[in-house]
């Protein structure tokens, strides 16, 4: 199992930006997708997950409305998309399956 994120990310607050994960060795639409981010000095925080199979979604609260998690299975490639960046996103956004197989990690930094 492999899950290879986007590269490093440099963002205004305000805009938007959108990470990619794409996974190989296992059949991509038969396990969920987890998204987790670490921001500098604090813990894994939890944003939601997606199954590929339907797309269907579940978000943490602190994310609805502002968090947006697709799946392409044709790629095998889950996307976020995190959009109105505030300088308090500043994270490390990680993808994973089932939270025992973990992407790289993709730097996301909002700055003006």
């Known amino acids: 199992v492999q899950l290879v994120q986007s590269g490093a990310e440099l963002r205004n607050p305000g805009t938007s930006v959108k990470v990619s994960c794409k996974a190989s060795?296992?059949?991509?639409?038969?396990?969920?997708i987890d998204w987790v981010r670490q921001a500098p000095g604090q813990g894994l925080e939890w944003m939601g997950r997606?199954?590929?199979?339907?797309?269907?979604?579940n978000y943490a609260q602190k994310f609805q409305g502002r968090v947006t998690f697709t799946a392409d299975t044709p790629t095998s490639t889950a996307y976020v998309e995190l959009s109105s960046l505030r300088s308090e996103d500043t994270a490390v956004y990680y993808c994973?399956?089932?939270?025992?197989?973990w992407g790289q990690g993709t730097q996301v930094t909002v700055s003006s």
């Open positions: 060795g296992y059949t991509f639409s038969h396990y969920y």
């Open positions: 997606i199954d590929p199979e339907d797309g269907a979604t």
């Open positions: 994973s399956r089932g939270l025992a197989y």
